[in-house]
């Protein structure tokens, strides 16, 4: 495994598994919560990418949602865990719980 600062820096080979992840995550999330649909996001280099490692966004959606919107209000760690554990359970795996 090595340290993967953004997008552009993805070999071709290493291409294909994480966008098979990527893709599991997306029809995990769909599943595990209820939503119609999921809008992936990426962000290379300033001012979008915030912590410098190659990361995906997998947004739940729904039809009229308001996307794209912000919260500044931070999710108490107790749903965090539950739904960690709804997505981990859906993708077949064990949970860490949040990584924040």
Same mark, same amino acid.
């Given at each position: 495994?090595? =340290?993967?600062?953004?997008? *552009? ?23 595990? =919560? ?11 280099? *300033? ?5 410098? *490692?190659?990361? =995906? ?17 931070p ?25 924040r």
């Amino acid at each position: 495994m090595r =340290f993967i600062p953004d997008l *552009h820096a993805v070999s071709e080979s290493e291409c294909g598994p994480v966008l098979h992840m990527v893709g599991r995550v997306s029809a995990a999330i769909t599943g595990a =919560f209820d939503v119609t649909g999921t809008t992936v996001v990426e962000n290379n280099g *300033h001012p979008g990418q915030s912590v410098r *490692h190659l990361h =995906f966004h997998v947004i739940p959606r729904w039809e009229g949602d308001g996307y794209p919107r912000r919260s500044e209000t931070p999710e108490l760690d107790t749903v965090l865990v539950k739904q960690a554990d709804r997505l981990a359970a859906e993708l077949g795996s064990p949970t860490t719980g949040p990584t924040r």
